[in-house]
């Protein structure tokens, strides 16, 4: 008698299959290995702010070099408290409002696996930043598009209610965003929080880029409109402020009801945020003077400036980016079938690297865009901008 072999039970996930490296990194990879100019990936390689620098340093070698809290040290913790109810009038307890995460993808991590379900839905709109798409996907949440109206990616408040099922829990908002650089304007906040007070949903916020704003424009945390601070997780972070990429520090302000459960996660899949960088991230929060921000925000505001006009010398014409350190341009000129085509073609071209448009939208769009990161030293942005305008 014979008999069928049983199927091996070493396979990958049902998930693993569909997951390929994120167009980012894919691109970053390939400039590294040509010795290119890197406007990819958003690595932030602007200079630390010393007194950040100083303080990890000495963190160090004071022995700060263990675990921390699970939540991160407390310095850190009231720095973070102070500093929301500072920029935003935002009242926090550190002791049970605030989480300290290894990056703003680990506080997104921590609160979808603390607030989610498989089969829940969550909207996002469209341009939207990739992660926050494969980190639903990664907890088998389903990611509901909103399309936002070119050029100027404007909210459709009448397509956001449309999107709306039964199986919606959460909005999520990235404001200023990556890769469109769009600043959400008051109007626009109140839609969206009338939405999630009718619907009766979370809204998490990504607001790691809150000081990179331009032209006289004010970010507006959704948590400070009346309702919303309940129902509102602020994801934030240094990473981008203080040039800090690579330290993967971020935080989660949010009432108390769901930051247990947040905290519980982000200790199971990353036990603590890095320690002694902690301490340098609260130095920075205490010790810098209120115009490092506003000068942050000018120096970006001429890198954006200078890539604008590299970028319309080489006839890739950009959408300008209201906050945010990224430029989508057209790229309908360059050779190439696809984005990621035109965007490899570039590079080999020019040794200049961008993100393939087509990273940010669903299947079949974004084909003629390319994102190019201004957030670089200024020699290198320098340099970059003029080999596009040769092009």
Known sequence: MTTTPAASRLSLSQLAPGTIQSEIRAMSVACEQMGG?????????????????????????DGHNIYTRLDGIGRLRNAIAAKQQRDYGLVYDPESEVLVASGATGGLHAAAMALLNPGDEVILFEPFYGYHV???KSLRVSPVLVPLAEPD???DLDALKAAITAKTR????NTPSNPGGKVFSLAEIQGVAEVCTAEDLFLITDEIYEYFVYDGLKHISPATLPGMKERTIVISGFSKTFSVTGWRLGYVTADRKWMGAMSYFHDLTYVCAPSAFQHGAAAGLELLPPSFYTELAAAHEDKRRRMLAALNAAGMKPTTPAGAYYVLADATNLPGKTAAQKARNLLAATGVASVAGSAFFRPGHGENLLRFCFAKKDHDLDEACERLRRI
Not at 41 to 56: K, W
Not at 170 to 173: C, K, N, P, Q, T
């Open 134 to 136: 494969s980190t639903l």
């Open 153 to 155: 990616w404007v909210l």
């Open 170 to 173: 959460a909005i999520i908002v």
């Open 37 to 61: 100019i890197n406007l990819a990936q958003g690595v932030c390689d602007t200079p630390v702010p010393a007194v950040v620098e100083e303080a990890a340093i000495q963190a160090i070698r």
